[in-house]
């Protein structure tokens, strides 16, 4: 009995992700019949960034633009530590089942780490309300861009603009934002550097990029049909 408070907890984080799982769904509505099972239906893996970008969102929609940039701010440095911990782990020393050719091995274990490197971005993506916060480091840039342009930050807001623009180069409203910022530049006192992505921005848009190139590449060449079919 001590346990169900779990039970129910890790039931509901599953069906955030899995929505469609009919066993979890028949486990969830049983939970649901118990008396008090409510107060457990929460997520179990809600994480700080997760909360502060909820929070950082509440305040933008209410104007509150310095609370809003002061939590998503930190939301930012929280989730891209979350990020290379994720990754980090998929480093981990992995189990021989058969002396298979040398380099066949490694190969296989190389593609192992990239595909669970991979599949990090997406774990760690918030589900808020039951819908999944689509392109989640992009999404965090574009709040901050509005709510620095609101309080006349224009350093800021074009840098967050240009840091927007690595993950989503076609979408025609920032780069409306951009010219508009580059055509007052001189009025603001902007300078090139301002109109750069962030580093942390560039870092996280290289290394996702890099890494889904190479397991592409890794699929493609070092991998046979039938592994390609279980990875998937």
Known sequence: ANNLPKAIAAAHTFLLKHPDDEMMQR?????????????????LET?????????????????????????????LPDF????????AACEGSREIKDFKDFYLSIADHYIEVLACKVQCESNLTPII???????FVATMYHYLQ??????????????????????????????QNMVYYQYHKDKWGLTEEDFQPR???VRYHNITTLQLEMYEFAKEHLMDDDEVSFLE
């Open 27 to 43: 486990n969830m509505a049983y939970y649901k019949s118990i008396p008090d099972a409510e107060e457990h239906i929460k997520d």
């Open 129 to 135: 309300g039951g819908f999944v916060v689509e392109k």
């Open 199 to 201: 580093s942390e921005a």
């Open 146 to 175: 509005f709510a620095y342009y609101k309080l006349n930050d224009m350093k800021n807001a074009a840098s967050c603009a240009a840091s927007y623009l690595l993950f989503d180069q076609k979408d025609e409203v920032m780069k």
């Open 47 to 75: 994480k700080p960034y997760e909360n502060l970008f909820v929070r950082a969102v509440r305040a933008y929609n209410g104007d509150n633009w310095r609370t809003s940039i002061s939590d998503m701010e930190l939301a």
């Open 80 to 87: 891209f530590k979350a990020y290379d911990d994720c990754t």
